[in-house]
């Protein structure tokens, strides 16, 4: 682990790979709601896609995040056009605090994420503290965001759409402002959307990475 952080040749290929991965993903629930509404998602699709080239031919690890960012800007675009409810609008991505019940979820989703990544990780022989695309001086743990980064897409973004556009979780009901001027969940939000988290990551979806851009050809393989 601490030769594929100092050699810069491999630390830079990996780098590479986990970021295409992340686009990917985020480009597959583009894709599911495509096949609904074509003309609103397709475009986004094909700049999700661009930003995938771009990785390809990026030189160094800092054009990578910039190029993931910018990707992910679009993507959020796209996030009131998925949720089917007005109460949850997109404005921009706030985190500290987070500034709105919509950005409550996408930050109480990926602190889980980070910390259940960071709980796998100790129970094998690798070093949190050395990440791969993430730097090790950005902060303590680095190595569980590489690979939260990854999965955001598949299991945060999804059980937030699907408590929202099934009504399971509400503004009124299930936030609550703070001293420091945040939105977040409260005791019965929280307990809805982990309950929704953990069913998300215990479902199985199959993915044909020889279909995928910026993946080698290899057959479908099983998540869980």
Same mark, same amino acid.
């Given at each position: 682990?601490?030769?594929?952080?100092?050699?810069?040749?491999?630390? /830079?290929? @990996?780098?590479?790979?986990?970021? &295409?991965?992340?686009? *990917?993903?985020?480009?597959?629930?583009?894709?599911?709601?495509?096949?609904?509404?074509?003309?609103?998602?397709?475009?986004?699709?094909?700049? !999700?896609?661009?930003? !995938?080239?771009?990785?390809?031919? #990026?030189?160094?690890?800092?054009?990578?995040? @910039?190029?993931?960012?910018?990707?992910?800007?679009?993507?959020?675009?796209?996030?009131?056009? &998925?949720?089917?409810?007005?109460?949850?609008?997109?404005?921009?991505?706030?985190?500290?605090?987070?500034?709105?019940?919509?950005?409550?979820?996408?930050?109480?989703?990926?602190?889980? /994420?980070?910390?259940?990544? @960071?709980?796998?990780?100790?129970?094998?022989?690798?070093?949190?503290?050395?990440?791969?695309?993430?730097?090790?001086?950005?902060?303590?743990?680095?190595?569980?965001?590489?690979?939260?980064?990854?999965?955001?897409?598949?299991?945060?973004?999804?059980?937030?759409?699907?408590? !929202?556009?099934?009504?399971?979780? *509400?503004?009124?009901?299930?936030?609550? #402002?703070?001293?420091?001027?945040?939105?977040?969940?409260?005791?019965?939000?929280?307990?809805?959307?982990?309950?929704?988290?953990?069913?998300? @990551?215990?479902?199985?979806?199959?993915?044909? /990475?020889?279909?995928?851009?910026?993946?080698?050809?290899?057959?479908?393989?099983?998540? *869980?």
């Amino acid at each position: 682990q601490c030769h594929f952080y100092s050699d810069e040749k491999q630390r /830079l290929s @990996l780098a590479r790979q986990m970021q &295409i991965a992340s686009l *990917h993903n985020i480009r597959s629930n583009l894709r599911y709601y495509a096949r609904k509404k074509p003309d609103i998602f397709n475009p986004i699709v094909e700049n !999700i896609t661009a930003f !995938i080239k771009q990785l390809n031919e #990026a030189p160094n690890i800092e054009s990578f995040m @910039l190029i993931e960012a910018r990707a992910r800007q679009h993507y959020y675009s796209a996030f009131n056009q &998925i949720l089917e409810n007005s109460a949850f609008s997109f404005v921009k991505r706030t985190r500290r605090p987070p500034a709105d019940p919509l950005n409550a979820m996408i930050s109480f989703g990926n602190t889980l /994420l980070y910390n259940l990544f @960071l709980q796998f990780i100790y129970k094998t022989q690798l070093d949190p503290r050395i990440g791969i695309v993430h730097s090790s001086t950005q902060r303590s743990h680095t190595l569980n965001l590489d690979f939260a980064d990854l999965f955001k897409p598949l299991v945060v973004d999804r059980t937030i759409f699907t408590l !929202i556009n099934t009504q399971q979780i *509400h503004q009124k009901e299930h936030f609550e #402002a703070s001293e420091n001027g945040g939105i977040y969940l409260n005791e019965t939000g929280k307990k809805i959307f982990l309950q929704a988290f953990y069913t998300k @990551l215990n479902s199985k979806i199959m993915v044909n /990475l020889a279909t995928s851009e910026g993946w080698n050809p290899m057959p479908a393989m099983l998540i *869980h």
